[in-house]
């Protein structure tokens, strides 16, 4: 990937930029992570709402899950 430097000075990757959404969501532990993602799939409205959107073909080209560390120096959570 090539990456560019905005007007900010930020680097930010050109193509994903553009459509990649990004959800940050903090979890007690991985185990609460695992179970909140999977209730959160077998949600009915959850289900019935991805079944639509689905209509016409796939919306998300891909998942990719990253957990993060807090540092000493990170805000409470």
Known sequence: MVFETSPTGCLRDGELSENTLI???AHPD???AA???EAFR???DWVQA???SRENGAL???V???FMETTAWS???
């Open 23 to 25: 959800y940050i969501i």
């Open 64 to 66: 990719v899950s990253i």
């Open 42 to 44: 077998s949600d009915p």
């Open 35 to 37: 179970a909140n993602w």
């Open 75 to 77: 805000d409470s959570l």
């Open 30 to 32: 991985r185990e609460s």
């Open 60 to 62: 998300v080209k891909e």
């Open 50 to 52: 991805r079944a639509a």
